[in-house]
């Protein structure tokens, strides 16, 4: 069995999922939203990247998140979770608050967990528990990043961040070799790359 200690290679590789875990899940494509909530995200996006007015931006991302609520989205959808790391994302990088960024981000995998711990065990649930899985994983290395900037330097939870997320990843790779890949758990995070990142 190979050792859940995480290494330096991994960390490097971990790191650069994270960040794809920003520009894969941007907002692009608005057929996936109702019209109510898609009309928000626009105004959002538009008082985040063209004409910078943070009060309307934050605004419209909340609406627009209840919205979705109210009309019955699930909340850890891939559509809905990309809202949510827009908005940590325009923290983080249009208005510089990565305390901000990090309580979001925090909530998430928050509720990612609760979500894999309730019904990851369920066999109908194996493609979400390894999509959500994978998100957690993403978000704890983007977590320890955000903690170690020096904005924020807190070191203890960076590192306990980072752990996390190499042990929970190598975890999960030495069950689906112990077990073997179930119907529903193909898609796994960076696939052949962070496979041969952790040999």
């Given at each position: 069995?190979?050792?859940?200690?995480?290494?330096?290679?991994?960390?490097?590789?971990?790191?650069?999922?994270?960040?794809?875990?920003?520009?894969?899940?941007?907002?692009?494509?608005?057929?996936?939203?109702?019209?109510?909530?898609?009309?928000?995200?626009?105004?959002?996006?538009?008082?985040?990247?063209?004409?910078?007015?943070?009060?309307?931006?934050?605004?419209?991302?909340?609406?627009?998140?209840?919205?979705?609520?109210?009309?019955?989205?699930?909340?850890?959808?891939?559509?809905?979770?990309?809202?949510?790391?827009?908005?940590?994302?325009?923290?983080?990088?249009q208005i510089h608050h990565p305390q901000l960024a990090i309580q979001v981000l925090e909530r998430v995998k928050q509720?990612?967990?609760?979500?894999?711990?309730?019904?990851?065990?369920?066999?109908?649930?194996?493609?979400?528990?390894?999509?959500?899985l994978g998100q957690m994983v993403r978000l704890g290395v983007k977590l320890g990043d955000l903690y170690a900037r020096?904005?924020?330097?807190?070191?203890e939870h960076a590192e306990e961040s980072l752990v996390w997320a190499v042990t929970t990843l190598l975890k999960e790779?030495?069950?689906?070799?112990?077990?073997?890949?179930?119907?529903?758990?193909?898609?796994?995070?960076?696939?052949?790359?962070?496979?041969?990142?952790?040999?």
């Amino acid at each position: 069995m190979r050792s859940c200690r995480p290494d330096g290679r991994t960390f490097a590789v971990l790191r650069f999922y994270a960040n794809h875990v920003y520009r894969s899940y941007i907002i692009g494509e608005f057929a996936a939203y109702p019209e109510p909530v898609a009309r928000h995200l626009r105004r959002a996006l538009f008082y985040s990247n063209h004409d910078l007015q943070p009060e309307n931006a934050i605004k419209y991302y909340t609406r627009a998140l209840d919205l979705a609520t109210e009309m019955g989205m699930d909340p850890l959808s891939d559509e809905i979770l990309g809202v949510k790391f827009q908005l940590a994302s325009f923290f983080e990088k249009q208005i510089h608050h990565p305390q901000l960024a990090i309580q979001v981000l925090e909530r998430v995998k928050q509720h990612c967990q609760a979500w894999v711990e309730e019904y990851g065990g369920l066999e109908r649930q194996r493609e979400n528990r390894t999509r959500l899985l994978g998100q957690m994983v993403r978000l704890g290395v983007k977590l320890g990043d955000l903690y170690a900037r020096e904005d924020v330097m807190e070191t203890e939870h960076a590192e306990e961040s980072l752990v996390w997320a190499v042990t929970t990843l190598l975890k999960e790779q030495e069950r689906r070799e112990r077990e073997g890949v179930k119907e529903g758990e193909e898609k796994w995070i960076g696939g052949e790359e962070i496979g041969g990142a952790l040999e």
